[in-house]
């Protein structure tokens, strides 16, 4: 452990034992009626059961609705923007926002979930198709929780980074006996992105039966760089325009005939489009060839439909239950058209590219409470049954100044995989073991999946692949364990500790991948022999809570084995310098490469104010109620244990602080919220990255709220007040050649959320 470490980890050790000694001697002299309590915050992701945040043995964090409309948070950047240690890339492409990023690990390898199905995945192809995994709209979501470590013994293959878990609004959210009808219009505009949007939901009925409708609709331009230099080509520093435009359609109802039986149905509906003319790639040169123009329209579209039951009944052994089927097709379209002047005159180009994937399955969750000696036992346990359809096409054609068609390099239409449909199967058991009177809670936990996937090699793939073998079907299990703990040392402290495996199967899209450019010179093969990525970690922490502080302070580390790098030089031809012989190609592969490890360390925490308040008057009025102070840090080093170099995924070291006014009234609160986030240098950076160093910054964002009559609401924001220059870190990943402040945060900008409730 270096210097650093050493000085973040007394550091905060020092400030939570002096908030639990200050708030134990607080609690003395100041009456208990001046604090305005918050409401627990309650988790489900990390025991799949309902749980207070200082009972789960795992780093979690929870944002609420009410959190997402006070940020007047956009996107799911803007989610995680006051969230150390989590981040999400995408910034300056067309393409739009990735996933998460969860302690250095992204992508495909943290398990996101929309109501407990699984996010459709990422994939990517060169620069024409890039499917992310922005399919939701906040609008939407009741809460979001992210778990961060290995969480593949509760949620399976692909939880190696973490969880994050998407749960939308429902009926029972508004309507109750008492409040049978509920309706509210909402509107927002954010200057980032000179974006309006709208939001109507309507929701009526009883404790017997509810229903809601919502629909959101978004309509924005680029999200503003702050560069200053406009123009063409690759130093362009402003964004790329664009028109975009989304929805979200939910329709949901609750149906309880019994006491402790509910069903529950919902359909949601997600569109985005975005059209977009490329003006940093216009003047660029491409295999000799000019680009005078690229422009592109992109869709992409999630519908989802479910079924749940709910029981809550004490029965037998069984005390809750909860089984639900779904069905969800997704599907990114990208279309490009591209005016080239080559050596023959000019040539217009036109690509077209889809992704699409169904997800559909069931699973049963069962819960069982029972005694065994003076121990209490929470048994969770079930099964998970899902089979996904993934399929890719690209089609295309080049026609010259004339209008007549001109050859391609490749065969259209054509599939970078075969169709593939994969079968998964998985068994889960958790026990939370209460001893000690309550005081102690050892929670551990282990879960099998199987999985078996069948390619089908059809005529564009055949076609569009000439000579690679056919694909393969295969198939793999894996067992992952965890073990957590958690000890109260009393009503206020708790130390948890938690060991956690996870693991990624093999990708198909890797596995059976197929692409040769014969004109270029290069193909790449599939590797049917992949094996399964795995992790290990390890996390140690203390909570402190009470009255006036909530504070977290934790340490990780993490342990990754067989990560597959997708597009690696063969390593059968590497002696021939990754020339096929057969064929005269330089030749790529998927490969089970490198050995990664994360050490981090963590603190976040709030601190009522009214702890250090001094007594002025008689009647106990406190200077500082009604203040708060929140703040988080984050810091992580990784390394590719391979090549022994730095790990580029990992964030540099990050750290919130922000001071919040709620008036006693409830009715209005303001915050200022100040984020640091050090640069990143040359040393910190792998040897051969694209990616250029990044300066440090700090932000300020100013945010209020007003409540009028209980009834309308206005939300506020100055973001980026001091209008600061910067690049975050996960953007750097796709700046490459380009002028990297088109990939720089939006200077000074406002917003504004108006909601009137009936």
Do not use: C
Request: charged share 25%.
């Amino acid at each position: 452990m270096n210097l650093r470490w050493t000085i973040l980890a007394a550091v905060a050790t020092a400030v939570f034992f002096a908030g639990n000694v200050l708030a134990e001697s607080a609690s003395q002299t100041i009456a208990e009626n001046s604090i305005q309590m918050e409401e627990e915050v309650i988790t489900v992701i990390g025991t799949r059961t309902e749980r207070s945040l200082n009972e789960v043995a795992t780093s979690v964090s929870v944002i609420s609705a009410a959190e997402i409309e006070e940020g007047l948070y956009r996107d799911i950047a803007d989610l995680v923007k006051y969230e150390p240690g989590v981040s999400v890339s995408g910034t300056g492409s067309r393409f739009g926002l990735s996933g998460f990023i969860i302690r250095g690990i992204g992508g495909n390898r943290v398990q996101t979930l929309v109501d407990g199905v699984r996010s459709p995945e990422e994939f990517s192809f060169g620069p024409f198709l890039s499917s992310r995994r922005d399919f939701v709209d906040l609008d939407s979501l009741e809460t979001v929780e992210i778990s961060k470590g290995s969480g593949s013994s509760l949620y399976g293959s692909d939880a190696l980074g973490g969880v994050v878990s998407f749960t939308t609004k429902g009926p029972s959210r508004y309507v109750s006996a008492d409040e049978p009808f509920y309706s509210a219009v909402k509107y927002g505009y954010s200057g980032e992105d000179n974006s309006s949007n709208g939001t109507a939901t309507f929701a009526g009925g009883s404790d017997r039966i509810s229903g809601l409708v919502s629909y959101t609709y978004r309509d924005a331009e680029e999200t503003e760089t702050n560069g200053i230099v406009a123009g063409n080509g690759s130093t362009r520093e402003e964004a790329d325009p664009a028109k975009i435009e989304s929805s979200n359609f939910a329709l949901k109802f609750d149906i309880t005939p019994w006491d402790g039986h509910t069903i529950r149905v919902g359909y949601d509906l997600f569109e985005h489009e975005n059209q977009s003319w490329i003006l940093s790639d216009w003047g660029s040169m491409v295999y000799g060839t000019l680009i005078n123009s690229r422009d592109a329209f992109d869709e992409r579209e999630r519908d989802k439909v479910s079924i749940d039951y709910l029981y809550s009944e004490e029965f037998l052994f069984l005390d809750s239950l909860q089984v639900k089927v779904y069905k969800q097709e997704s599907e990114s379209k990208q279309m490009m058209n591209e005016v080239r002047q080559g050596r023959s005159g000019s040539a217009t180009r036109f690509r077209y590219s889809e992704f699409q994937q169904e997800i559909d399955g069931a699973y049963a969750q069962l819960g069982s409470i029972f005694d065994i000696g003076s121990s209490k036992h929470t048994l969770t346990y079930g099964a998970d049954y899902y089979t996904t359809y993934s399929q890719t096409t690209r089609n295309g054609g080049t026609t010259d100044w004339s209008g007549a068609t001109v050859r391609e390099r490749s065969p259209f239409p054509t599939r970078d995989f075969p169709i593939t449909e994969i079968n998964h199967l998985a068994f889960f058991i958790q026990d939370e073991i209460e001893l000690a009177d309550g005081k102690l809670r050892v929670i551990p936990g282990i879960r099998y999946d199987d999985f078996e996937a069948d390619a089908v090699a059809d005529d564009p793939y055949v076609k569009g692949n000439p000579g690679l073998p056919a694909p393969q079907d295969f198939e793999d299990s894996e067992v992952t364990t965890s073990l957590g703990v958690v000890y109260f040392i009393d009503d206020s402290v708790s130390l948890f500790g938690r060991y956690s495996e996870g693991f990624r199967a093999p990708p198909y899209d890797d596995v059976n991948q197929g692409f040769i450019n014969v004109a270029s010179g290069y193909k790449a093969a599939p590797n049917p022999n992949l094996r399964s990525e795995t992790s290990s970690g390890f996390e140690l922490g203390a909570r402190l809570d009470n009255e006036f502080t909530s504070m977290e302070f934790s340490i990780f580390r993490n342990e990754y084995e067989d990560f597959i790098e997708s597009n690696a030089i063969a390593p059968e031809f590497l002696a021939f310098g990754g020339i096929d012989p057969s064929d005269g190609l330089l030749t790529f592969k998927a490969v089970n490469l490198s050995e990664v490890e994360i050490d981090g360390m963590e603190v976040s925490g709030s601190v009522d104010l009214s702890l250090f308040s001094k007594d002025f008057s008689s009647d106990q009025d406190y200077v500082l109620d009604d203040f708060s102070i929140r703040f988080a840090i984050a810091i992580a080093e990784g390394e590719d244990v391979s090549v022994s170099q730095p790990l580029d995924s990992v964030e540099p070291i990050t750290g919130i602080i922000g001071l919040a006014y709620d008036a006693p009234s409830g009715n209005w609160g303001a915050s200022l919220n100040l984020s640091m986030v050090q640069g990143k240098q040359a040393s910190d950076i792998a040897e051969g990255s694209l990616r250029p160093e990044t300066a440090g910054y700090g932000v300020i964002d100013l945010l209020a709220y007003v409540d009028i009559a209980d009834q309308v609401m206005v939300n506020v924001g100055l973001f980026n007040v001091g209008d600061k220059q910067y690049i975050r870190w996960s953007d750097s990943v796709a700046i490459g050649g380009d002028a990297p402040m088109r990939f720089s945060q939006p200077g000074f900008s406002a917003g504004i959320n108006l909601k009137f409730e009936i």
